[in-house]
């Protein structure tokens, strides 16, 4: 067992529970809120777990992505980004926080099989926790960076001018500073430009609960899964 899901399961258990509640049923979910066939999310999953692309992912980072890891390989977090990028199919994603470029990275590669879309990327390095071994993004294939737009600095000034230049948004995955007001305040500024049928993403929506208070205060339909919370735009 992973040693942060270890701590996890000593000082609070009944997350512990609740994690292993929401790995019964995140695939479940998946689909529920994309609207399509359960079926559908586990050809994915399998699609993912049998390329060379995790293969080499796990090998460069040394990591399994067992169910018992809390990391971004764990299958309700980059994974299940894959999942729903492979089943949107969009042809804008913007992300919020990149750091070793593990979201970014399955984003990418989702798109890549698609045929289809781009990544917009804002991050602001070096700040407290943030872990980077390299350069922001360092874990992305150099075959999928054609897809990828980066901009380094603030997303509470680089976000309102990305969204002012792309004009829409399918897909808005928020990965950066996970302060109430943060969230809020990139929830807010996407919401305009997300059109019917498309999606509004977090991670780390445990820290709080500004996704749950965002996605009830729009009255649109929402789960969550672990530290991943799905909102879809009526």
């Known amino acids: 067992m992973n040693i942060n899901t270890l701590k996890t399961a000593m000082i609070s258990p009944h997350k512990l529970v609740n994690y292993f509640k929401a790995l019964l049923v995140y695939r479940n979910q998946i689909s529920d809120i994309l609207e399509v066939n359960t079926t559908k999310v586990n050809k994915l999953y399998q699609e993912l777990y049998s390329s060379d692309f995790l293969r080499e992912l796990r090998s460069q980072t040394g990591k399994s992505g067992s169910v018992l890891d809390s990391g971004m390989l764990n299958p309700m977090r980059a994974p299940a980004l894959y999942v729903i990028c492979r089943l949107v199919k969009p042809d804008v994603v913007v992300e919020t926080g990149v750091a070793n470029g593990f979201s970014s990275s399955f984003i990418l590669n989702a798109l890549e099989i698609n045929g289809r879309g781009d990544l917009y990327s804002i991050d602001l390095p070096n700040q407290p926790g943030q872990e980077i071994e390299e350069e922001v993004g360092w874990l992305i294939p150099d075959n999928l960076k054609h897809r990828w737009h980066l901009t380094i600095g603030s997303s509470q000034q680089e976000l309102p001018l990305l969204l002012q230049n792309l004009k829409k948004v399918d897909i808005f995955f928020h990965d950066?500073?996970?302060?109430?007001?943060?969230?809020?305040?990139?929830?807010?500024?996407?919401?305009?430009?997300?059109?019917?049928?498309?999606?509004?993403?977090?991670?780390?929506?445990?820290?709080?609960?500004?996704?749950?208070?965002?996605?009830?205060?729009?009255?649109?339909?929402?789960?969550?899964?672990?530290?991943?919370g799905v909102a879809r735009i009526p």
């Open 176 to 228: 950066s500073d996970h302060s109430y007001d943060h969230m809020m305040m990139e929830f807010t500024a996407v919401w305009k430009y997300l059109q019917p049928g498309s999606y509004l993403l977090a991670d780390d929506i445990t820290d709080n609960d500004a996704f749950r208070d965002f996605a009830e205060e729009k009255n649109t339909a929402w789960c969550t899964f672990f530290k991943t």
